[in-house]
T-cell receptor
Framework: NAGVTQTPKFRVLKTGQSMTLLCAQD?????MYWYRQDPGMGLRLIHY???????AKGEVPDGYNVSRLKKQNFLLGLESAAPSQTSVYFC?????????FGDGTRLSIL | DQQVKQNSPSLSVQEGRISILNCDYT??????FLWYKKYPAEGPTFLIS?????DKNEDGRFTVFLNKSAKHLSLHIVPSQPGDSAVYFC?????????????FGKGTLLTVNP
């Protein structure tokens, strides 16, 4: 009964470091999404995928890359982290219905 | 350019009373609207949705009303319970089918006092 699982839950990076956030879903959903949430802001779409092997840009894609090599996984990469990327990142998945969200990854860039 | 607006950052109500959360949108292409509920340190959870072909949708204590001419929707919770205390996000999309990109409001923090 896992749903959408995000790894890691917390991470602190130094400016310029790289990292990958992992999202895994066990509901066989076709569509997956990455959002970021900043204080006082709603969720903003970074990238999304409509199926295995596909990705597309959302509202705020700059500084991020994504990959969907397997249907159940959607990876979000930061090549060179910047303080402006300090945020809470949420992954979601859907298939003919509302999006289901993971519990988020809290990322701090120093 | 905020396309989905929740102008009340917070709302406080007494247990048992009605909670009314409001949401306005500017994009006339939006045709599918959702409300999500979020507790601290958790992800948003889907609550209720409404298509633009309807003006009301009800699910237990939760009812969403849509006024397309005013580009306004509201979520009514009756009766409110302390467990309803959370941040509520309004979201909208164009084409509410299987693949849709959501535009979120900034959220309203609802506090239900015992």
């Amino acid at each position: 009964n896992a749903g959408v699982t995000q790894t890691p839950k917390f991470r602190v990076l130094k400016t310029g470091q790289s990292m990958t956030l992992l999202c895994a879903q066990d509901m066989n959903h076709e569509y997956m999404y990455w959002y970021r949430q900043d204080p006082g802001m709603g969720l903003r779409l970074i990238h999304y995928s409509v199926g295995e092997g596909t990705t597309a840009k959302g509202e705020v894609p700059d500084g991020y890359n994504v990959s969907r090599l397997k249907k159940q996984n959607f990876l979000l990469g930061l090549e060179s982290a910047a303080p402006s990327q300090t945020s809470v990142y949420f992954c979601a998945s859907s298939h003919f219905g509302p999006q289901h969200f993971g519990d988020g990854t809290r990322l701090s860039i120093l | 350019d905020q396309q989905v607006k929740q102008n009340s950052p917070s709302l406080s109500v007494q247990e048992g009373r009605i909670s009314i959360l409001n949401c306005d949108y500017t994009n006339s292409m939006f045709d599918y609207f959702l409300w999500y509920k979020k507790y601290p340190a958790e992800g948003p959870t889907f609550l209720i949705s409404i298509s633009s072909i309807k003006d009301k949708n009800e699910d237990g204590r939760f009812t969403v009303f849509l006024n397309k001419s005013a580009k306004h929707l509201s979520l009514h919770i009756v009766p409110s319970q302390p467990g309803d205390s959370a941040v509520y996000f309004c979201a909208a999309s164009v084409g509410g089918g299987s693949n849709y990109k959501l535009t979120f409001g900034k959220g309203t923090l609802l506090t239900v006092n015992p």
